[in-house]
T-cell receptor, first 110, second 115 residues
Framework: KNEVEQSPQNLTAQEGEFITINCSYSVGISALHWLQQHPGGGIVSLFM???GKKKHGRLIATINIQEKHSSLHITASHPRDSAVYICAVPDGGSQGNLIFGKGTKLSVKP | EPEVTQTPSHQVTQMGQEVILRCVPI?????FYWYRQILGQKVEFLVSFYNNEISEKSEIFDDQFSVERPDGSNFTLKIRSTKLEDSAMYFC?????????????FGPGTRLTVL
């Protein structure tokens, strides 16, 4: 069964700073998911990636399959980026059920 | 943009009562999931559903839980006799293809409080 570790657990940044959140997993995967959980609890899918890099606005996700590691970067952070960012990977079963990291709680101060 | 919806947003119930949590997945999706998140903990997989039957379930998903897709649009999670420890946020998700290869779309969640 895959184990997912995220770091840091908590992150406080000043508006405009470059943010990096890390995720590592123990078993090889076909794809990794980055999710955002709003303060109200809702979960939004940000990225699904299986290799290389993806970019969406100020968000960039990278993955190194050989090292079993992924990073989520936020450029020019803004207070509205404050949320919990969660890394999730398939558990290896046939239906793609996800195993989630504990999340990184990001707080961006104005 | 199509989205997954869940009702109710918050359910309060007495221990031992039955609850049904409802989800409407994205209409052309084929794979459906329930997850839960106990306050302060990580999201955990409960069950996956495909082709009108359970595909996989976790150890959490015991005989007190059941899922159903009664009418081709709704996807429900039933807890027969709720316990205090069932208090959590329950998320429904759907995917057009296996989440190994495709993203899952999550509903806004139902917060279940068992008193």
């Amino acid at each position: 069964k895959n184990e997912v570790e995220q770091s840091p657990q908590n992150l406080t940044a000043q508006e405009g700073e470059f943010i990096t959140i890390n995720c590592s997993y123990s078993v090889g995967i076909s794809a990794l998911h980055w999710l955002q959980q709003h303060p109200g609890g809702g979960i939004v899918s940000l990225f699904m990636l299986s290799s290389g890099k993806k970019k969406h606005g100020r968000l960039i996700a990278t993955i190194n399959i050989q090292e079993k590691h992924s990073s989520l970067h936020i450029t020019a952070s803004h207070p509205r980026d404050s949320a919990v960012y969660i890394c999730a990977v398939p558990d290896g079963g046939s239906q793609g059920n996800l195993i989630f990291g504990k999340g990184t709680k990001l707080s961006v101060k104005p | 943009e199509p989205e997954v919806t869940q009702t109710p947003s918050h359910q309060v119930t007495q221990m031992g009562q039955e609850v049904i949590l409802r989800c409407v997945p994205i209409s052309n999706h084929l794979y459906f999931y329930w997850y839960r998140q106990i306050l302060g903990q990580k999201v955990e997989f409960l069950v996956s559903f495909y082709n009108n039957e359970i595909s996989e379930k976790s150890e959490i998903f015991d005989d007190q839980f059941s899922v159903e897709r009664p009418d081709g649009s709704n996807f429900t999670l039933k807890i027969r006799s709720t316990k205090l420890e069932d208090s959590a946020m329950y998320f429904c998700a759907s995917s057009g293809r296996l989440a190994s290869y495709n993203e899952q779309f999550f509903g806004p969640g139902t917060r279940l409080t068992v008193l």
